[in-house]
């Protein structure tokens, strides 16, 4: 809209210079080729003007003459003849002759040696014979030179029909603005065009930047979110280390402390008895003591200790785990692994898969009673769900509300999986066993 106003602004303004400049042009053209005529028509007969103030009778006879007898009179509808200081020395109009007006500019002008010409207002005392005509005039004033020194002796103003030049102006007129408005409309067109584009351009800017901001605004989410589980993970991993060693504690006390007791006990009878038998007796199970304590602290140390499986394929990974826990444990495990042939994982995903394996093994045998133990290991759709089932008791209460209630080994596994971009699910109801399940996503693909 504002482009356009400056355009209709424009055009208007150039229209009316155009036509201005082709008035002017115009006019100015046929005033000199009249002047030019009416020099060579009036001066023969005004050359006395240059020592009297009048002319000669038989001078304005010839004047006379030549305005009425040929064509120059059906253009010329009336003239003056000026003397310097405003005075008419002869006019077409009698009652003007000898009277004195003040000198306009134009009049002034011609006296300078100027070809002035105006479609004349006639508003001056000495025009009121021309505007009772009530047509379009063409006022021209030429001066009128003497012969032989080239000076302005005199100017000659004279009124000639216009209709003819009216119309060609109006004509030149109205062919300039069609022209100007076309001109402009096309040229405001394609401005419109231009910036219809630009505009065009700068909303798909807008729209991708909008994007990019609102994919800015998702990652800052996201690492909000991840900032948040690293502190949370940061803090839930010193309070599981604090679990571990406190279990780890728990365990040597209750089991190998207590066992190294029994044998030093044992050990102090052993010193007081004399009868031979007894005394053997005492120490095979002062022995018995020693090797129960140094077996448990085997079971611990093979609990810590990570076997060497960065190398090892996923399935391969599988099997020692479940190889491990019957041999520890006597309990039997059925295992069906289908699809990992191809599955990539990398080494801290592995030992993921190890963790969750020993501790859903352990709950199983521990909580499960052993009963039916079953582990499915499958790679579909670029995951790796592995799953431990047992027809146990099952829990007693929701799952999530167990998670928190069994202390360390479920809520450091979950923790594991979740710091590895998976999820932990477990599925149970009381009589129906437990099932917990691993889903991760393999190597390469992008984490849920």
Same mark, same amino acid.
């Given at each position: 809209m504002a482009g356009g106003l400056v355009m209709l602004v424009a055009a208007v303004t150039m229209a009316v210079w155009v036509s201005d400049r082709i008035e002017r042009g115009v006019v100015a053209n046929t005033a000199n080729a009249t002047a030019l005529y009416?020099?060579?028509?009036?001066?023969p007969a005004s050359q006395e003007l240059a020592r009297s103030d009048e002319l000669s009778p038989g001078a304005v006879q010839a004047l006379t003459e030549i305005f009425r007898e040929t064509p120059l009179g059906e253009h010329v509808v009336s003239y003056k003849i000026w003397?310097?200081?405003g005075l008419v020395a002869y006019a077409s109009n009698p009652d003007l002759i000898g009277k004195t007006f003040p000198p306009d500019e134009e009049l002034?002008? @011609?006296?300078?040696?100027?070809v002035v010409a105006s479609f004349s207002d006639l508003d001056g005392q000495e025009a009121a014979a021309e505007r009772a005509m009530n047509r379009p005039l063409l006022e021209v004033y030429s001066p009128i030179r003497e012969v032989w020194s080239g000076s302005v002796i005199a100017v000659a103003e004279f009124y000639e029909v216009a209709d003819d030049l009216e119309r060609e102006l109006l004509r030149a007129r109205v062919t300039t603005w069609i022209v100007v408005m076309l001109v402009m409309a096309s040229a405001s067109f394609l401005l419109f065009g231009i910036v219809q584009n630009g505009s065009r351009t700068i909303t798909k800017q807008q729209q @991708?930047?909008?994007e990019r901001i609102s994919e800015l605004g998702r990652l800052v989410e996201q690492n909000r979110q991840l900032r948040q589980r690293v502190e949370h993970a940061s803090a839930r991993t010193a309070e599981m280390n604090e679990r571990y060693l406190r279990r780890i504690s728990a365990d040597l006390h209750d089991g190998p402390a207590q066992l190294l007791s029994l044998g030093a006990l044992r050990l102090d009878s052993v010193v007081e008895v004399e009868n031979r038998d007894e005394r053997r007796r005492l120490s095979?199970?002062?022995?018995?003591s020693l090797d129960q304590a140094m077996a448990d602290i085997r079971s611990i140390c093979r609990g810590l200790a990570l076997p060497e499986i960065a190398s090892q394929a996923p399935e391969t990974v599988v099997r020692k785990a479940v190889s491990e826990h019957q041999s520890r444990t006597g309990d039997a495990v059925e295992v069906d692994i289908a699809g990992l042939e191809t599955a990539e994982l990398d080494h801290s995903r592995k030992i993921c898969v190890f963790r969750f394996l020993q501790e859903a093994l352990s709950n199983a045998s521990r909580h499960g009673e052993g009963k039916d133990i079953r582990v499915e290991a499958t790679g579909r759709d670029g995951k790796l769900v592995v799953s431990v089932r047992d027809s146990g008791p099952g829990l007693s209460s929701k799952p999530d509300d167990d998670l928190h209630q069994r202390g360390l080994g479920l809520p450091g596994l979950r923790h594991r999986i979740e710091s590895q971009g998976g999820r932990l699910e477990i599925e149970s109801s009381a009589g129906h066993g437990t099932c917990l399940r691993l889903v991760l996503e393999q190597q390469g693909d992008e984490l849920e």
């Open positions: 009416m020099e060579s028509v009036i001066s003397k310097s200081g002034q002008a @011609a006296w300078a040696g100027k @991708a930047l909008t095979e199970g002062v022995r018995s």
